[in-house]
């Protein structure tokens, strides 16, 4: 207690504020995962399943409001990003899988086997290990101080690797076995995940400088973080939603 007690003395106002919105996240999208699901049942039943490259889910109201869900998680997510370093924000994350664990074992009544309940009990550890020992974030002032962090050769040469795997999963993997292993669809999810973090940081300081007086919006550099996280988005939805509709079958 004496260490938690010392941490939050030493956290700063937008740190708190990172830490309050990231734990909301965490609820907003771990509970859309079980409504999203529901309503890829209900579609499924009735029309040409997401598993198997349908889009019959669009029609459905139920999907539409985990949808809707999902999107309010993510802004919380987002603005977190933009008051706390993305060392104390991304573990947080961890906390909607043990939402979505125990939602699914309460309301899609999918057992939660010991594994299954290990890893939750990791998630947890794990997280609050990295949040405990976060180190103070540096302050940025202007989107192109990340962007200039975001082009230096280790980075770059880390993104041309999850790249080039994304690629070899969507061509090779996926349409071989992505209706036997689910693991490729969360794979891809996983890596593009890895690559949005530093742009959806980037975006998230734009916008408060922005709002703070400091226009970020003049940089080509913001417009470039902006198409990064959108183009990340849209392909963790697809493969999510595949995901999804998998473990269902």
């Given at each position: 207690m004496a260490a938690v007690r010392r941490w939050s003395e030493g956290m700063s106002s937008d740190n708190i504020k990172?830490?309050?919105?990231?734990?909301?996240?965490?609820?907003?999208?771990?509970?859309?995962?079980?409504?999203?699901?529901?309503g890829l049942?209900?579609?499924?039943?009735?029309?040409?399943r997401a598993g198997v490259g349908g889009y019959?889910?669009?029609?459905?109201?139920?999907?539409?409001?985990?949808?809707?869900?999902?999107?309010v998680g993510e802004i919380a997510n987002f603005a977190a990003y933009a008051f706390a370093p993305a060392i104390l924000v991304t573990p947080l994350g961890a906390l909607s899988i043990i939402i979505s664990a125990v939602l699914?074992?309460?309301?899609?009544?999918?057992?939660?086997?010991?594994?299954?309940?290990?890893?939750?009990?990791?998630?947890?550890?794990?997280?609050t290990t990295i949040v405990l020992h976060a180190p103070q974030e540096r302050q940025i002032e202007s989107?192109?101080?990340?962007?200039?962090?975001?082009?230096?050769?280790?980075?770059?040469?880390?993104?041309?690797?999850?790249l080039t795997a994304v690629f070899i999963l969507i061509f090779h993997f996926v349409p071989q076995y992505g209706q036997t292993h689910i693991m490729v669809y969360i794979g891809v999810c996983s890596l593009v995940g890895s690559i949005s973090v530093m742009s959806v940081k980037a975006l998230g300081i734009a916008l408060k400088l922005t709002f703070s007086g400091m226009n970020q919006l003049l940089y080509p550099q913001t417009w470039a973080f902006t198409l990064v996280v959108a183009s990340c988005v849209i392909t963790q939805m697809n493969f999510l939603n595949k995901?999804?509709?998998?473990k269902g079958d």
């Open positions: 990172g830490l309050v919105l990231a734990i909301s996240s965490s609820l907003f999208i771990g509970a859309s995962f079980i409504v999203k699901k529901k049942k209900k579609a499924g039943a009735s029309g040409v019959s889910y669009l029609l459905e109201p139920l999907w539409w409001i985990g949808m809707i869900t999902m999107v699914a074992h309460i309301i899609l009544r999918e057992k939660l086997h010991t594994f299954g309940i290990l890893g939750c009990a990791l998630c947890v550890v794990g997280s989107v192109t101080e990340v962007w200039d962090l975001a082009t230096e050769p280790g980075f770059l040469f880390y993104t041309a690797l999850v995901a999804l509709q998998r």
